[in-house]
């Protein structure tokens, strides 16, 4: 059996007939049963094929249907609605204007692929009312109950798109960026103009195990929307859903929802379906079903901001607050609190962004059964997966220099540890020499005889602000510009790759974020100072050692 002409959405393995899957590292499709290896274009060239038989078929059966199909062209929206011959609408479903009508038997503008309607218009109306009246406490959800009758079944048009992509990846209020790449597979994209994209993106996913060719019969007596989109409007969505697509794994890697995903489309293989939506349009409200599976959307276009960068600062903050209540009153611990939280703030805010969301009301994954003839439609994050692993993979230079899988750490328990030792050795660093100086010359005195830590007041201070522009800068700032990087080896395991320097986050070395010098690697100490120029060093480093001893000396002899 062929199996390409039965599911274009696979590839199956030339030497043994096995499903074969896209092998990232190697750009490729691979046998994990034989190891036979296929290339993309194999793959293009088959699905070519499976395309021209398609047209061919199509052409056929429509010289020999027996109900014809005419097109409803709306001259003021510009939507294309096709229907069996004797099913006329007097009016735009879109935008209320009058119809023109014109013959539709163009073969080249039909779809490939077809997901035929599981549920049926008396069901989808019972589902959406009880799914309305369940949400009204919410906008979305009264006006779902409101607008019901208005529901309306069509096969909307989507490409279905297949092929690598890659991203560029970049966190807010860092200057890094990460590279990772993917291969889309089950990937659905809209091409009506006249629907919110967004609402039916949720509405996703469909059950790609129940994809056909199309054909004729399946359409008999629906409304069908046919696309309207240029290829330049159609690969402007591709990409947005396709970030969209990424954005949960870039965001768990990176550890915020406050990041930038710049894609890049590949050479993409696009076949064109028909599959089936319900849907109410009521001015800026819309709500849809997935005819298939059940999952219900409803948006009535209000937004929400939301400011990611301001979670770190405030815990921060609030640290600070309970560690000062720990030792002063409320009204001191909260003015001491002030200066610190406004310094944590400024340092955070830089290159901070506000997100813009929109408020979309959605139900969770569904798929939906029927036995008996009784529709049973069944809810849960991992009710249908999709089979395809759309999943980005990170990719850095290896140590040949060339990209390398790789997996990407910015927090561990010894990078933690040594930024606790980090703090410590600060905050603390005028003690270390004064207990030093004390056991040489306390002689018989007891070890804390005019020994005062306290002292050193003068250093704590300066150390305080260091160690605050250390949490901004250092921490959540040098952790994201220098992740310890592994690469993934054939075998599955991990092998720590890169330079020391790269990865290293002292507390010094916080100042150096973004500079190198005229080999374009990052400063060490030595090259930071030299940039200051022998007497920008001078001054500098003059300046610590007076406060350093002073506070010292202080500890030391109090007295």
Same mark, same amino acid.
């Given at each position: 059996?062929?199996?390409?002409?039965?599911?274009?959405?696979?590839?199956?393995?030339?030497?043994?007939?096995?499903?074969?899957?896209?092998?990232?590292?190697?750009?490729?499709?691979?046998?994990?049963?034989?190891?036979?290896?296929?290339?993309?274009?194999?793959?293009?060239?088959?699905?070519?094929?499976?395309?021209?038989?398609?047209?061919?078929?199509?052409?056929?059966?429509?010289?020999?249907?027996?109900?014809?199909?005419?097109?409803?062209?709306?001259?003021?929206?510009?939507?294309?609605?096709?229907?069996?011959?004797?099913?006329?609408?007097?009016?735009?479903?879109?935008?209320?204007?009058?119809?023109?009508?014109?013959?539709?038997?163009?073969?080249?503008?039909?779809?490939?692929?077809?997901?035929?309607?599981?549920?049926?218009?008396?069901? +989808?109306?019972?589902?959406?009312?009880?799914?309305?009246?369940?949400?009204?406490?919410?906008?979305?959800?009264?006006?779902?109950?409101?607008?019901?009758?208005?529901?309306?079944?069509?096969?909307?048009?989507?490409?279905?798109?297949?092929?690598?992509?890659?991203?560029?990846?970049?966190?807010?209020?860092?200057?890094?960026?990460?590279?990772?790449?993917?291969?889309?597979?089950?990937?659905?994209?809209?091409?009506?103009?006249?629907?919110?994209?967004?609402?039916?993106?949720?509405?996703?996913?469909?059950?790609?195990?129940?994809?056909?060719?199309?054909?004729?019969?399946?359409?008999?007596?629906?409304?069908?929307?046919?696309?309207?989109?240029?290829?330049?409007?159609? +690969?402007?969505?591709?990409?947005?859903?396709?970030?969209?697509?990424?954005?949960?794994?870039?965001?768990?890697?990176?550890?915020?929802?406050?990041?930038?995903?710049?894609?890049?489309?590949?050479?993409?293989?696009?076949?064109?379906?028909?599959?089936?939506?319900?849907?109410?349009?009521?001015?800026?409200?819309?709500?849809?079903?997935?005819?298939?599976?059940?999952?219900?959307?409803?948006?009535?276009?209000?937004?929400?901001?939301?400011?990611?960068?301001?979670?770190?600062?405030?815990?921060?903050?609030?640290?600070?607050?309970?560690?000062?209540?720990?030792?002063?009153?409320?009204?001191?611990?909260?003015?001491?609190?002030?200066?610190?939280?406004?310094?944590?703030?400024?340092?955070?805010?830089?290159?901070?962004?506000?997100?813009?969301?929109?408020?979309?009301?959605?139900?969770?994954?569904?798929?939906?059964?029927?036995?008996?003839?009784?529709?049973?439609?069944?809810?849960?994050?991992?009710?249908?997966?999709?089979?395809?692993?759309?999943?980005?993979?990170?990719?850095?230079?290896?140590?040949?220099?060339?990209?390398?899988?790789?997996?990407?750490?910015?927090?561990?328990?010894?990078?933690?540890?040594?930024?606790?030792?980090?703090?410590?050795?600060?905050?603390?660093?005028?003690?270390?020499?004064?207990?030093?100086?004390?056991?040489?010359?306390?002689?018989?005195?007891?070890?804390?005889?005019?020994?005062?830590?306290?002292?050193?007041?003068?250093?704590?201070?300066?150390?305080?602000?260091?160690?605050?522009?250390?949490?901004?800068?250092?921490?959540?700032?040098?952790?994201?510009?220098?992740?310890?990087?592994?690469?993934?080896?054939?075998?599955?395991?991990?092998?720590?790759?890169?330079?020391?320097?790269?990865?290293?986050?002292?507390?010094?070395?916080?100042?150096?974020?973004?500079?190198?010098?005229?080999?374009?690697?990052?400063?060490?100490?030595?090259?930071?100072?030299?940039?200051?120029?022998?007497?920008?060093?001078?001054?500098?480093?003059?300046?610590?050692?007076?406060?350093?001893?002073?506070?010292?000396?202080?500890?030391?002899?109090?007295?």
């Amino acid at each position: 059996m062929d199996h390409q002409h039965q599911d274009p959405l696979r590839i199956f393995c030339r030497n043994c007939g096995a499903p074969a899957f896209f092998d990232i590292q190697r750009q490729s499709f691979a046998c994990p049963h034989c190891g036979e290896v296929t290339g993309v274009q194999s793959f293009r060239s088959e699905l070519s094929r499976w395309r021209q038989l398609q047209r061919d078929s199509t052409v056929a059966a429509l010289s020999s249907q027996d109900v014809p199909l005419v097109e409803y062209a709306c001259s003021t929206c510009g939507a294309r609605v096709v229907f069996p011959e004797g099913e006329a609408l007097e009016t735009c479903d879109f935008c209320g204007s009058k119809l023109l009508r014109r013959e539709f038997m163009d073969p080249a503008v039909l779809p490939e692929l077809i997901i035929p309607f599981f549920i049926t218009p008396e069901e +989808a109306r019972e589902r959406m009312l009880a799914w309305g009246r369940a949400h009204l406490n919410t906008p979305e959800g009264r006006a779902v109950a409101a607008n019901v009758s208005r529901l309306c079944g069509y096969y909307l048009p989507y490409q279905l798109a297949r092929g690598p992509v890659s991203a560029e990846i970049s966190r807010a209020g860092t200057d890094r960026r990460y590279h990772c790449s993917g291969f889309l597979n089950g990937t659905a994209v809209n091409t009506s103009r006249q629907f919110d994209n967004l609402v039916l993106n949720d509405a996703e996913p469909f059950d790609w195990t129940g994809v056909r060719p199309f054909e004729l019969g399946v359409i008999a007596g629906s409304r069908v929307k046919f696309a309207d989109l240029s290829d330049a409007e159609t +690969a402007k969505r591709i990409a947005e859903e396709v970030t969209e697509d990424f954005r949960p794994e870039v965001c768990r890697i990176m550890q915020t929802s406050g990041v930038d995903i710049g894609l890049k489309t590949g050479d993409l293989f696009v076949l064109s379906a028909l599959l089936p939506v319900y849907i109410i349009r009521q001015g800026n409200f819309t709500a849809v079903m997935n005819g298939q599976t059940g999952r219900m959307v409803a948006s009535t276009g209000r937004e929400r901001l939301t400011y990611p960068w301001l979670v770190e600062p405030t815990v921060y903050t609030l640290l600070i607050l309970v560690l000062a209540l720990c030792y002063f009153a409320p009204s001191e611990a909260l003015g001491l609190t002030v200066v610190p939280g406004i310094i944590i703030f400024a340092i955070f805010s830089k290159n901070a962004k506000m997100v813009r969301r929109r408020k979309v009301l959605r139900s969770q994954v569904s798929a939906a059964t029927r036995k008996d003839g009784l529709l049973t439609v069944t809810e849960g994050r991992d009710i249908l997966k999709n089979p395809y692993d759309n999943t980005p993979v990170f990719f850095e230079p290896g140590p040949d220099g060339a990209p390398a899988q790789v997996r990407l750490q910015f927090y561990g328990f010894w990078r933690i540890l040594v930024m606790i030792i980090n703090i410590l050795i600060t905050v603390f660093l005028p003690v270390f020499p004064a207990a030093l100086i004390r056991l040489l010359i306390m002689g018989g005195e007891p070890f804390m005889a005019n020994f005062r830590p306290e002292y050193g007041a003068a250093w704590y201070v300066l150390a305080a602000f260091l160690v605050l522009l250390y949490f901004g800068k250092g921490i959540r700032q040098d952790v994201y510009e220098h992740p310890v990087i592994r690469a993934v080896q054939p075998d599955g395991s991990l092998k720590l790759i890169g330079r020391p320097e790269d990865r290293k986050i002292g507390l010094l070395n916080m100042f150096l974020t973004g500079k190198t010098g005229a080999d374009g690697r990052p400063l060490t100490l030595t090259g930071f100072i030299r940039e200051l120029g022998f007497q920008g060093g001078c001054i500098l480093g003059g300046s610590l050692l007076f406060l350093l001893l002073g506070s010292v000396g202080a500890i030391v002899t109090p007295d």
